[in-house]
């Protein structure tokens, strides 16, 4: 594999940097807090080989109106969403079309945007920081993965973990998906934004 550690894009740069404060506040468990400490030590070193998923998925004209109500705050949520607006063309995109319980359509309804992570703006295979986009009344199908991951909420939104019953953390709130844990998500009249790290273990 190619290795590329030229300069980060500013967008990048600055998308990062407001995600990792999003990533430790105290609305987060724990457990999210600590693994995004973890992906966020390892994303002080750039890491590149180019090699970006470029198609651009229509529910994309989503993200700009998901982003709306936050893109004039001068706080960390809006200095990410403005670098969401910037990297936008150059996202890796990808869409899960794997899991059980999905809504109608739902895999036309959501992208997973990968900024930081395989076929990401910065493509790299130790960590995953991005974000997914759905479309109004959406369910997420019921799925795990190995890696560890936190999400943190910029719109109204429902997770549900395991049997547990849904929940909204909050804009600005997050969850903490351990290890292979069962979980899904959900939009309702809005449309959903969410981020994302998952760290890759070694």
């Given amino acids: 594999m190619t290795n590329r550690t030229e300069a ?6 600055s998308f990062i940097d407001a995600a990792r404060i999003l990533f430790q ?4 468990p724990v457990g999210g807090r600590a693994v995004a400490s973890r992906v966020f030590e390892r994303l002080q070193t750039v890491s590149n080989d180019g090699k970006r998923h470029s198609e651009r998925y229509p529910v994309c004209k ?8 936050l893109i004039d705050e001068p706080t960390p949520m809006g200095d990410a969403a403005r670098a969401i607006i910037v990297l936008e063309p150059e996202l890796g995109q990808a869409r899960r079309t794997s899991g059980t319980n999905g ?5 036309d309804n959501h992208v997973n945007a990968m900024i930081c992570g395989p076929g990401g703006t910065e493509s790299r295979y130790d960590v995953q920081l991005g974000f997914t986009i759905m479309a109004p009344e959406t369910r997420y199908p019921d799925h795990g993965h190995p890696p560890e991951e936190a999400y943190v909420l910029f719109t109204p939104g429902e997770f549900r973990q395991n049997d547990g019953d849904w929940f909204d953390p909050g ?10 844990a069962i979980h899904a998500v959900r939009s309702h009249a809005e449309p959903f934004l969410a981020i994302w790290c998952l760290l890759i273990e070694k």
């Avoid at 809504?103 to 895999?107: E, F, G, K």
């Avoid at 804009?171 to 292979?180: D, E, K, L, T, Y």
Wanted: net charge positive.
């Fill in 8 to 13: 980060r894009p500013e967008a990048v740069t």
């Fill in 25 to 28: 506040s105290p609305r987060l």
């Fill in 62 to 69: 989503w993200i700009a109106p998901a982003l709306a109500k």
């Fill in 103 to 107: 809504s109608a359509h739902y895999i």
């Fill in 171 to 180: 804009i600005g709130g997050g969850i903490h998906n351990a290890p292979n």
